[in-house]
């Protein structure tokens, strides 16, 4: 079971960090990735982890803005989003990838998916 939370009203330009907590299985067996989607829009894969942690991937719309991490001793994988805009409001959810190839490719084929958690970005 996957299950998101930090999400919330913020500011455009301000940050938030997201965390999704894994229980029942390890999460360090799994390529970890985070997912959006806005109202009227397909769900989009934004960032991947690789299962040991040597690559992270990014969809464009957040690179270089958005990080994705993994948490040292807790079954967490974290989400921090700065330089928050607009078009960032979504509801986000985490999910495993079986494949690193999946992962890199940020594709919807995943093993199990979060219930999401609200990201407003408004002023």
């Known amino acids: 079971r996957l299950v998101e939370s930090g999400g919330g009203l913020v500011q455009p330009g301000g940050s938030l960090t997201l965390s999704c907590v894994a229980s029942?299985?390890?999460?360090?067996?799994?390529?970890m990735s985070w997912f959006r989607q806005a109202p009227g829009k397909e769900r989009e894969g934004i960032s991947c982890?690789?299962?040991?942690?040597?690559?992270?991937y990014y969809a464009d719309s957040v690179k270089g803005r958005f990080t994705i991490s993994r948490g040292s001793v807790k079954n967490t994988v974290y989400l921090q989003m700065a330089n928050q805009k607009p078009e960032d409001t979504a509801v986000y959810f985490c999910?495993?990838?079986?494949?690193?190839?999946?992962?890199?490719?940020?594709?919807?084929?995943?093993?199990?998916w979060g219930q999401g958690t609200q990201v407003t970005v408004s002023s």
């Open positions: 982890i690789s299962e040991n942690d040597q690559n992270t």
């Open positions: 999910a495993t990838h079986i494949s690193d190839y999946l992962c890199s490719q940020l594709s919807k084929d995943v093993g199990a």
């Open positions: 029942g299985f390890s999460i360090g067996s799994y390529d």
